[in-house]
């Protein structure tokens, strides 16, 4: 089965940085484009980042555009989302996703498979 997992995430305070990973494992095919939503307490879900298959082409949501970063290695099958300058405002729980298809999406409707999220927590 696919499985997505998340990592890195923790306590900082306000200006600091994490790094995210997400481990891919039990995808047979191997193209797949991935993305980064978060969710906060009592919120609706959002769009922070994706990448595509090759990597070439990368979207940041406009609250996140210039500091954080998205990137992946597909040998490692793995994708990364660097959180630099962390506000207290970018407190949720961070989820992975993957997409059966080499482009990525803005929406979660188009994802097909999700990790269970790592919390991020940005102290003022």
């Known amino acids: 089965q696919v499985q997505l997992v998340e990592s890195g995430g923790g306590l900082v305070q306000a200006g600091g940085s994490l790094r995210l990973s997400c481990a891919v494992s039990?995808?047979?095919?191997?193209?797949?484009?991935m993305g980064w939503f978060r969710q906060a307490p009592g919120k609706e879900r959002e769009f922070v980042a994706a990448?595509?298959?090759?990597?070439?082409?990368?979207y940041n949501a406009d609250s996140v555009e210039g500091r954080f970063t998205i990137s992946r290695d597909n040998a490692k099958n793995t994708v990364y989302l660097q959180l630099n300058s962390l506000k207290p405002e970018d407190t949720a729980v961070y989820y992975c996703?993957?997409?059966?298809?080499?482009?990525?999406?803005?929406?979660?409707?188009?994802?097909?498979?999700w990790g269970q999220g790592t919390q991020v927590t940005v102290s003022p």
């Open positions: 996703a993957l997409r059966k298809t080499r482009l990525s999406s803005t929406l979660s409707q188009d994802y097909n498979y």
């Open positions: 990448i595509t298959w090759s990597g070439d082409s990368t």
């Open positions: 039990g995808y047979t095919f191997n193209i797949y484009a």
